[in-house]
């Protein structure tokens, strides 16, 4: 079967697993990147209604062609884009504001950067009336996410992951889809270029320290089989670790959903 023949009958049975309904309005995540990049084309080839919504985080020269790249999709895939723009929301780029961070936090660039980034996705799909938030985390992302957190001793932290957010019910949380969950990273990139689509295919400049790219050293080595047997391993394992649904409260600075009194992203802010 032809590649993008293959994949997108794959993203088409994750969606009809997920049960997408084609009359809910889905926020699309989008980065810029090949893999948020082709969400929005499959989802909007197969007739769901979404609006495109970009973080400008303002990393340099970087993130200038990334804004241009996601104009230039949603321009031809005729839908609405969003953009928030991180500098005149919070008076600094994202380099400043983790410098920031990090001059009193040992943190990694990508934890603050991805804790911030989920925060504004959440307030700002609420706010424009999203059903859900679709990103393009693929089968690359998501089996490095589970040795990561089998690794650090913490296989709970991947409990409500899957191709849709479970066990988190909240008026105030927009749940999260992942359309290409079950697709590799490597066909991904093949697919976006057969079908030209608008993407940097630069790595962004600040992911230099994360773990993740010391965990991906080892996914690279794996076949796309390989990967797919840890993704399911972690489905079964996932039913016995999963103890119904997760206690949310709002967070006592910002008024988001969270799990303790402050959220991760006030916490970063203090
Ligand atoms: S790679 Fe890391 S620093 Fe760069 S945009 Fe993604 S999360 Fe942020
Ligand atoms: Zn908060």
Redesign the pocket.
């Known amino acids: 079967m032809e590649i993008s023949t293959e994949l997108e009958d794959n993203v088409r049975q994750t969606l009809k697993k997920i049960n997408l309904n084609k009359k809910e309005k889905i926020l699309v995540a989008l ?1 810029g990147g090949k893999d948020s990049t082709t969400t929005a084309h499959l989802l909007k080839k197969f007739g769901y209604t979404i609006e495109g919504f970009h973080i400008d ?1 303002k ?1 340099g020269d970087y993130s200038e062609r990334c804004l241009r790249a996601v104009e230039r999709l949603c321009k031809d895939l005729k839908v609405e884009l969003h953009v928030y723009d991180i500098k005149n929301e919070t008076g600094s780029g ?1 380099c400043y504001l ?1 410098s920031a961070i990090q001059s009193n936090k040992k943190l990694k ?2 934890a603050i ?2 804790v911030i ?1 989920k925060w504004v996705f959440n307030k700002e799909a609420r706010r424009l009336n999203a059903d859900k938030i679709a990103t393009g985390h693929n089968l690359d992302d998501e089996a490095q996410t589970f040795l990561m957190n089998i690794s650090k001793g913490s296989p709970k932290l991947s409990a409500n992951t899957g191709p849709v957010t479970k066990n988190v019910s909240d008026k105030k949380f927009i749940p999260r889809i992942k359309p290409l969950y079950y697709i590799a990273e490597e066909g991904i990139k093949k697919y976006s270029k057969n079908k030209k689509l608008p993407v940097v295919y630069d ?5 230099l320290d ?1 773990y993740r790219i010391q965990v991906r050293k080892f996914t690279d080595t794996l076949s796309k089989n390989e990967k797919l047997n840890i993704i399911k391993n972690f489905e079964k394992l996932s039913k016995k670790i999963n103890r119904g649904s997760i206690n949310i409260c709002y967070c006592e600075t910002c008024g988001e959903p969270a799990r303790k009194k402050i959220c991760k992203r006030c916490e970063l802010m203090k």
């Open positions: 980065s985080l990393i994202m983790r660039n990508c950067c991805g980034k790595k962004c400049p600040c992911a994360s």
